[in-house]
């Protein structure tokens, strides 16, 4: 238990549908980050969030849209993906955008059909 | 180009023997972290090291720093069945940098 939670740890969506995924931290952190996980490949930074601001877009197409409403809480809202969106996708936090320990969730495994 | 390079990609061993995995980068890190990823979850945090020739312990693994702040090892003694997971590295690029720079990880299975 690493005191970040994410829900659902399952999700199996078609291209059409539109879904979010949740973010939980409990350590009284500042900054939250998104990340993805596929096969083969490093962690992709996707966006971060300091003090409920976002401070990093890294590229990321706009299917993919997160929101963080307040410091523990960080949403990404999924719509129109497609089959290569498959992945893992990790939520993590740290006490501040500097610090460098980041603190992560168990992840939801996206399936995109 | 892989920032940071992580040998070797899978390892399988038996239960009670040693061994080493790398990560490592020509570009210079202010810090350097390990996490361990067992299947259908997150990352999980094992040390932190920041300091160049650095070494830190922490039961049967063995933590070192590159001198010069680009490379670190991993080294578990006696390998055991829990010791199975992703071992990941992490690199942060300088101060005030936010971002972790993850290599692709050693995939370790201890048979038991």
């Known amino acids: 238990e690493t005191g970040v939670t994410q829900t659902p740890r399952h999700l199996v969506m078609g291209m059409t549908n539109k879904k979010s995924l949740k973010c939980e931290q409990h350590?009284?952190?500042?900054?939250m980050y998104w990340y993805k996980q596929s096969a083969k490949k490093p962690l992709e930074l996707m966006f971060v969030?300091?003090?409920?601001?976002?401070?990093e877009n890294n590229s990321v197409p706009s299917r993919f849209s997160p929101e963080c409403p307040n410091s523990s809480h960080l949403f990404l809202h999924l719509h129109t993906l497609q089959p290569e969106d498959s992945a893992l996708y990790l939520c993590?936090?740290?006490?501040?955008?500097?610090?460098?320990?980041?603190?992560f969730g168990p992840g939801t495994r996206l399936l995109v059909l | 180009t892989q920032l940071l390079e992580q040998s070797p990609q899978f390892l399988s061993i038996q239960e009670g023997e040693n061994l080493t995995v790398y990560c490592n980068s020509s570009?210079?890190?202010?810090?350097l972290q390990w996490y361990r990823q067992e299947p259908g979850e997150g990352p999980v945090l094992l040390v932190t090291?920041?300091?160049?020739?650095e070494v830190k312990k922490l039961k049967r693994l063995t933590f070192q720093f590159g001198d010069a702040r680009k490379d670190s090892s991993l080294h578990i003694t006696a390998a055991q069945p829990g010791d199975t997971g992703l071992y990941l590295c992490?690199?942060?690029?300088?101060?005030?940098?936010?971002?972790?720079?993850f290599g692709k990880g050693t995939k370790l299975s201890v048979i038991p």
């Open positions: 993590a936090s740290s006490q501040e955008r500097w610090q460098e320990t980041q603190y």
């Open positions: 350590l009284g952190h500042n900054a």
């Open positions: 969030y300091n003090f409920k601001e976002q401070t």
């Open positions: 570009s210079v890190f202010s810090s």
């Open positions: 090291v920041v300091t160049g020739g």
């Open positions: 992490a690199g942060a690029l300088g101060a005030g940098s936010y971002q972790l720079t």
